[in-house]
């Protein structure tokens, strides 16, 4: 019996965020009926949180597997741009400071390789 996280697993990135959408969507109507009473089963909710969690977890999957794959000179100019961000500040200031250091990390990692080699 395949699962919902199989099943997430087996779309593209482009299908995977159309789901992500609609089930946000789902979850705002849910919540709707919910305060009004008209929900019958409140345990859709749940499934939809929990459905959004999954495909969240395998978007972020996806995108530190490519970040991964991602060549030392490529980390270190995605770096240094992130760096200028970090200078400029402004909304978002702390999404980009997680993005850095998780960059950082992996393009220190990138270098030790390359340098062992």
Avoid: C, Y
């Amino acid at each position: 019996m395949p699962t919902k996280t199989n099943d997430f697993r087996g779309m593209s990135d482009e299908q995977l965020s159309l789901t992500l959408k609609e089930t946000e969507k789902q979850l705002f109507t849910l919540r709707f009926q919910s305060a009004t009473d008209r929900l019958e089963t409140p345990s859709q909710i749940r499934a939809a949180r929990k459905d959004i969690a999954r495909i969240k977890t395998i978007q972020r999957d996806r995108e530190l597997t490519k970040l991964k794959a991602l060549p030392a000179d490529q980390l270190a100019t995605r770096v240094a741009s992130l760096g200028e961000k970090d200078k400029a500040g402004g909304p978002g200031k702390r999404l980009v400071r997680r993005q850095l250091r998780r960059v950082e990390s992996l393009h220190a990692k990138a270098t030790a390789k390359k340098g062992t080699k």
